[in-house]
């Protein structure tokens, strides 16, 4: 378990850098991304997530989420919209 406390904790660090809204679609639920707490009941292996970007740097953010999330085993699409 403490692997997914690392992942959650970096992915946090790394959504607040950026000024974009950020928002992870799991099921039913959408958790925003900075927040360290939604993530704790959100992010178990072996899912797939969808992220959702808004903002002036979007762009940049997406690649960083990627690549922490890929870094700690996590499936994630990027949503184009």
């Not at 707490?37 to 953010?61: I, M, Q, R, W």
């Given at each position: ?23 992870l ?13 939604g ?38 699409t990027?949503?184009?919209?």
């Amino acid at each position: 378990m403490s692997n997914n406390n690392a992942a959650v904790v970096e992915i946090a660090q790394t959504a607040s850098k950026f000024s974009s809204s950020i928002v992870l679609h799991s099921g039913t639920k959408y958790i925003d991304v900075k927040s360290i707490l939604g993530l704790f009941t959100t992010l178990v292996g072996g899912k797939t997530y969808e992220l959702h970007v808004h903002g002036p740097d979007a762009d940049e953010a997406k690649k960083e989420m990627s690549e922490v999330f890929e870094k700690h085993g996590l499936t994630v699409t990027l949503v184009e919209e």
